[in-house]
């Protein structure tokens, strides 16, 4: 949504962000990157929900171990588009 206030690029059709050049596309490629281990992650958790309905705890320890480190992931690239959107901009 555009309006007043709104971050977005008109007719972006994205997320929007502050932050202009590089900073700004350095922030939306973290947050790219942070989409696709969301993905990821949901995946990983579909496989565990699979795993505990067959039972195999053996299994689902190692699923949930590569959730643990999914999501650790997710944060760290969070932390960088946060980071990268609220630095000054660049002359």
Known sequence: MNG????????????GFA???AAGSETEAALGRAE???????????ELERLAAAENAEA????LGELAELAKQVESELAKARA???A???P
Do not use: F, I, N, Y
């Not at 696709?36 to 579909?46: I, N």
């Not at 689902?60 to 699923?63: K, N, R, S």
């Open 60 to 63: 689902a320890v190692d699923v």
């Open 88 to 90: 000054p901009p660049q």
């Open 4 to 15: 007043v206030g709104s971050t977005e690029p008109p007719a972006s059709g994205g997320a």
């Open 84 to 86: 990268r959107a609220d």
């Open 36 to 46: 696709e281990l969301l993905e990821r992650l949901k995946a990983t958790r579909d």
């Open 19 to 21: 932050g202009t050049g």
